[in-house]
């Protein structure tokens, strides 16, 4: 079975310029995440979808950083423009549902994500 | 509010030697613990798992017990490999509402030959 998958695992780009990372889930897994990373810390979550309604986007910039996740599949997280400080890895997860009754938990399967740098 | 605390890096120990990665929590109610794994070039992968005290999670050698008395999480291996080279991630889930993983800095291994 296929993993998480992103692109592009690197990118490369000037500040001010606009950028975009996607990822397609497991297949069947019914909600998404999208994490950042910066140097030497744990991922932060940016926002998580159900489907393809984002049902926690708490933590997304959303004065430059929007997402979307048509048909409840794919997913694509847009940085415009593009700052020094979103030099990062951005990571991308799945998991069959997130409801997290007492000590339940769907497994987030995790993509290898995109690394990007801002210069 | 919800944190980890790992203990910083890198570690770097010899083949067959033995590893424990510090980790501590502060958490609102009871939460399930987690140790993530990352291998170079690869996303995280769920290691092991303990969802209440006292619970024992065991995966690939590794172990983690679930201590609320000291809300830690230490990560052991009797005696690690080449292959265990890697940054190691605790991290918490809070029981209530939908599920949200708040992780540690993550520890580097570095296992030497």
């Known amino acids: 079975e296929a993993g998480v998958v992103q692109s592009p695992r690197y990118k490369i780009i000037e500040k001010k310029q606009p950028v975009a990372f996607w990822c397609n889930p497991i297949s069947g897994h019914n909600t998404l995440y999208w994490y950042l990373q910066n140097l030497g810390q744990g991922p932060e979550l940016l926002i998580r979808y159900e489907n393809e309604e984002a049902v926690d986007d708490s933590q997304l910039p959303k004065d430059r950083f929007s997402a979307e996740r048509l048909k409840g599949v794919d997913s694509t997280l847009k940085i415009q423009p593009a700052e020094l400080g979103d030099s990062a890895v951005y990571l991308c997860?799945?998991?069959?549902?997130?409801?997290?009754?007492?000590?339940?938990?769907?497994?987030?399967?995790f993509g290898p994500g995109t690394r990007l740098t801002v210069l | 509010g919800n944190s980890v605390t790992q203990m910083e890096g890198p570690v770097t120990l010899s083949e067959e030697a033995f590893l424990t990665i510090n980790c501590t929590y502060t958490a609102t109610g009871y939460p399930s613990l987690f140790w993530y794994v990352q291998y170079p070039g690869e996303g995280l992968q769920l290691l092991l798992k303990a969802t209440k005290a006292d619970d024992k999670g065991s995966n690939k050698g590794f172990e983690a017990t679930y201590r609320k008395e000291t809300t830690s999480f230490h990560l052991e291996k009797g005696s690690v490999q080449v292959s265990d080279s890697a940054v190691y991630f605790c991290?918490?889930?809070?029981?209530?509402?939908?599920?949200?993983?708040?992780f540690g800095t993550g520890t580097r291994l570095l296992v030497s030959p």
């Open positions: 997860a799945s998991s069959l549902g997130s409801l997290a009754g007492g000590g339940s938990y769907n497994e987030q399967f």
């Open positions: 991290a918490l889930k809070v029981n209530t509402g939908f599920q949200k993983l708040v």
